[in-house]
């Protein structure tokens, strides 16, 4: 069964850090590009950052550059999304998704983070 666990969120104040975990199960990890995308209330669904699992490339969308660092452990089959400096507009439902050539086949339930002015 193929399994995108994310845990970690949470409540923190402005200038706070949080550190993501993805852990993945299920499924040839190496294969994939494992990517976090974000959604706020009455907003649209955001790609945050992406890192390639076989070669460790990495992506990070213009909002979230110099703050936030995604990493891979290709030994437990996680990913993580170190976040610091956050903002109130980083509010969202984050969800880990793995995919191949830009198509996600497989999510994540998602977990809150909420940032306080």
């Not at 390639?52 to 089959?77: C, E, H, L, M, P």
Request: glycine share 14%; aromatic share 12%.
């Amino acid at each position: 069964e193929v399994q995108l666990v994310e845990s970690g969120g949470g409540l923190v104040q402005t200038g706070g850090s949080l550190r993501l975990s993805c852990a993945a199960s299920g499924f040839t990890f190496d294969d994939y590009a494992i990517s976090w995308f974000r959604q706020a209330p009455g907003k649209g669904r955001e790609g945050v950052s992406c890192i390639g699992s076989a070669d460790g490339s990495t992506y990070y969308a213009d909002s979230v550059k110099g703050r936030f660092t995604i990493s891979v452990n290709n030994a437990k089959n996680t990913v993580y999304l170190e976040m610091h400096s956050l903002k109130p507009e980083d509010t969202a439902v984050y969800y880990c998704a793995a995919g191949v050539l830009g198509k996600y086949n497989y999510w994540g339930q998602g977990t809150q983070v909420t940032v306080s002015s």
